[in-house]
């Protein structure tokens, strides 16, 4: 079975300080993991996709996370969040072919100036 | 630009109350999805199609129904709108089937049945 866990549901932190959310997966396979990115009232934006090429990923606006096969986890961070990183963020597994998509709960990042 | 449109982008329907949601998408893609968003579940997967004349089930697809006649279109059709259907609908694309393929998606559709 394949599932995701996002292990905070809400995440506050100020303006230029480090973001940190997390995620833990489970499959018997060697799974794809994304990080999607929702703005309010906004459809779902790629953030970054580690697929096994290497193990810490970079993706748009300055995030990365890095796969821990160890730990089956796949973390997102950013150095200096800004304003504009207020939104909801999805860590999503893809296993097998197919290409169907399991979604963690989701965590709401708020930044305070 | 190619891009994955859903109309309308809000609904209000009554109980009872057959109701499709449109999905267009033009990028040209054989992998189709539709997802619902509820708070505390995170999208979960109604339907999903491979290409024209093909469709699956999704892990809730009770009381949902799709179609797949042309690349571009995967309507989503309540049979019989209950309250418990009330939530943001979503619709992707993806271009192919391989594990690594990031799927494109939708601005949702918001609908509520009352």
């Known amino acids: 079975a394949q599932s995701v866990t996002q292990l905070d549901s809400h995440v506050s932190v100020s303006e230029g300080t480090p973001v940190l959310l997390r995620c833990n997966y489970s499959s018997s396979y060697s799974p794809s993991l994304f990080w999607y990115v929702q703005h309010p009232n906004k459809g779902l934006q790629l953030l970054l996709k580690y697929t096994s090429a290497a193990t810490l990923v970079k993706g748009i606006n300055g995030f990365e996370a890095e796969f821990k096969k160890s730990e089956t986890s796949f973390h997102l961070t950013k150095p200096s969040a800004h304003m504009s990183d207020a939104a909801e963020y999805f860590c999503v597994v893809s296993v097998f072919t197919g290409n169907q998509f399991y979604f963690g709960t989701g965590t709401s990042l708020t930044v305070i100036p | 630009d190619a891009e994955i449109t859903q109309s309308p982008r809000h609904k209000i329907t009554e109980t009872g109350r057959q109701v499709t949601l449109a999905c267009h998408q033009t990028?040209?893609?054989?992998?189709m999805f539709w997802y619902r968003q509820d708070l505390g579940h995170g999208l979960r997967l109604i339907h999903y199609?491979?290409?024209?004349?093909?469709?699956n089930k999704g892990e809730v697809s009770d009381g949902y129904s799709v179609s797949r006649s042309n690349t571009e279109d995967l309507p989503l059709t309540l049979e019989s709108a209950a309250s418990s259907q009330t939530s943001v609908y979503f619709c992707a694309s993806s271009a192919t089937k391989a594990l690594n393929t990031e799927a494109f998606f939708g601005q949702g559709t918001r609908l509520t049945v009352v």
């Open positions: 199609s491979y290409g024209v004349q093909d469709t």
């Open positions: 990028w040209n893609h054989n992998n």
